[in-house]
Antibody
Framework: EVQLVESGGGLVQPGGSLRLSCAAS????????MHWVRQVPGKGLVWVSR????????SYADSVKGRFTISRDNAKNTLYLQMNSLRVEDTAVYYC??????WGQGTLVTVSS | QSAPAQPASVSGSPGQSITISCTGT?????????VSWFRQHPGKAPTLVIY???YRPAGISNRFSGSKSGNTASLTISGLQAEDEADYYC??????????FGTGTTVTVL
């Protein structure tokens, strides 16, 4: 059974940092493109970032470029999202996605003072 | 990158067919075969229903079909059922090497 389990969400003040993790099991993690997608509760899906199988190809949405960093550790079957200089508008549920057919259940990030 | 436009809501009676449009540009929807559709029930993570414009993943009913013409992709749900009531999003690869989701459509079964 494929499982993607996100962790690392929580409450952080504006300007702060968080690192999200996504532990994968039941799929050939090291050969797959992985993405992060976010969603403000009650609003639409927003694509955040993608990384290829060996981490050599990375892209970001303009809204997070320069502040967020996606990475992966294939030995640990884990995807990461380092989020710095967080803003109130980054508040959302963050989903880890093995593009495009396997999604985690999401982790909530709340940026508030 | 602007989000491809979808109608805010679409409704139909059980057994009817409905179509959801996803209108982008030649830099996203119109330029690539990498258009996907996702269904999201309240409080749940999205699930894939169509990928690469018109392909169904294993386990997805053949009541779901996808197509594309120019800069507009479409998702058709035939034989509408109560369980189809959900939010639907298209997504597309873009010329910037990123992906973008559509604005989302709420499907209501009357």
């Amino acid at each position: 059974e494929v499982q993607l389990v996100e962790s690392g969400g929580g409450l952080v003040q504006p300007g702060g940092s968080l690192r999200l993790s996504c532990a994968a099991s039941g799929l050939p993690f090291s050969s797959d493109w992985m993405h992060w997608v976010r969603q403000v509760p009650g609003k639409g899906l927003v694509w955040v970032s993608r990384i290829n199988s060996d981490g050599s190809i990375i892209s970001y949405a303009d809204s997070v470029k320069g502040r967020f960093t996606i990475s992966r550790d294939n030995a640990k079957n884990t995807l990461y999202l380092q989020m710095n200089s967080l803003r109130v508008e980054d508040t959302a549920v963050y989903y880890c996605v093995r593009w495009s057919n396997f999604w985690g259940q999401g982790t909530l990030v709340t940026v508030s003072s | 990158q602007s989000a491809p436009a979808q109608p805010a809501s679409v409704s139909g009676s059980p057994g009817q067919s409905i179509t959801i449009s996803c209108t982008g540009t030649s830099s996203d929807v119109g330029g690539y075969k990498y258009v996907s559709w996702f269904r999201q029930h309240p409080g749940k993570a999205p699930t894939l229903v169509i990928y690469d414009v018109s392909y169904r993943p294993a386990g997805i009913s053949n009541r779901f079909s996808g197509s594309k013409s120019g800069n507009t992709a479409s998702l058709t749900i035939s034989g509408l059922q109560a369980e189809d009531e959900a939010d639907y999003y298209c997504s597309s690869y873009t010329s910037s090497g990123t992906d973008v989701f559509g604005t989302g459509t709420t499907v209501t079964v009357l």
